[in-house]
């Protein structure tokens, strides 16, 4: 079993930054990639951004030039650096592993909520 513990998030005034860490502890084995996802009220859990142990990163087109993903492969622990942060940005963001080699699954977080207000 996997166990993915989100930490960071909160309120932020537009233009501000924040930072989200996500550590993997249990049998966590075969990575395929690790990021994040969020989710709006009313709206369906879109991708933000992810990474592979090998570094190749991916970003949604919303938050390309503004969000960094990075990950520290001892640790198992993926981050999220949120810069220049818009009220569009708000939402509950979920950290993602993606563990497997010939069949995925998922391991998501518990979701913390980021709140981008005046």
């Known amino acids: 079993q996997v166990q993915l513990v989100e930490s960071g998030g909160g309120l932020a005034q537009p233009?501000?930054?924040l930072r989200l860490s996500c550590a993997?502890?249990?049998s966590v084995f075969s990575i395929k990639s690790m990021g994040w996802y969020r989710q709006a009220p009313g709206k369906e859990?879109?991708?933000?951004?992810?990474?592979?142990?090998?570094?190749?990163t991916n970003y949604?087109?919303?938050?390309?030039?503004?969000?960094t993903v990075a990950r520290d492969n001892a640790k198992n622990t993926?981050?999220?650096q949120m810069n220049s942060l818009k009220p569009e940005d708000t939402a509950v963001y979920y950290c993602n592993?993606?563990?497997?080699?010939?069949?995925?699954r998922d391991y998501w977080g518990q979701g913390t909520q980021v709140t981008v207000s005046s």
């Not at 859990?45 to 190749?56: D, F, K, S, Y």
């Not at 592993?97 to 995925?104: D, H, N, P, S, V």
């Open 24 to 26: 993997a502890s249990g």
């Open 60 to 67: 949604a087109d919303s938050v390309k030039g503004r969000f």
């Open 15 to 17: 233009g501000g930054s």
């Open 78 to 80: 993926v981050y999220l």
């Open 97 to 104: 592993f993606r563990l497997g080699i010939y069949t995925m």
């Open 45 to 56: 859990r879109e991708l933000v951004a992810t990474i592979t142990p090998g570094g190749i």
